[in-house]
């Protein structure tokens, strides 16, 4: 299995065009994204391929639920997204934010159904989904399980870009935010909100 993702980096230079072998040299030196990204971990999403970025163009930073930690939870614990965003947006110049979620997501039926033992890392992380379920909570008993995941991916990914607006370089920069669903099954995209 490895073999085959080591033949694939090894031989990653000959699968290069002329074109990004020119702009990959030139970006040796930096980079000045315009773009930033946070999405989910999760393996059905290939930034890449969904959003075919050029070199230098998309910063990105993921995790199992494509969280934006509550910016008082990211003073205490710095999960990385607070550096991300004012490095990403105040030293590079990244002028977009985009959020992906997706359909079938982990962390949100995580959230959703938190696991009982309360040891390890993942149920301390799933903890940081309380405020999903919560808003969720008065409508999850009409839906059926299918519907509540969906329902609570959607919650999460608008919850993220409300905490997102409390991280001062957000404002300070005017970097604009993109809340998009990506769509397993199909690999639709569907806007939820962009402001
Ligand atoms: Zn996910």
Redesign the pocket.
Known sequence: MIEKLRQRASTFPERLTRGEKEALARLAKGQSPPFMLIT???SRILPGRLLEPDFGELFVFRN???IIPPIEVEKKHHTGVGAFLEYGAGKLGAKHLIII??TD????KGFLNPPRESNGFVPAYLRIGEETRRILSEKLPSLSPEEQVLEGVRTNILVQVRRVLEYPVIKEKGVRIHAWLYHIDSGRVEVLEER
């Open positions: 989910c971990s999760d199992m639920g494509n979620g997706h997501c982990g962390a949100v």
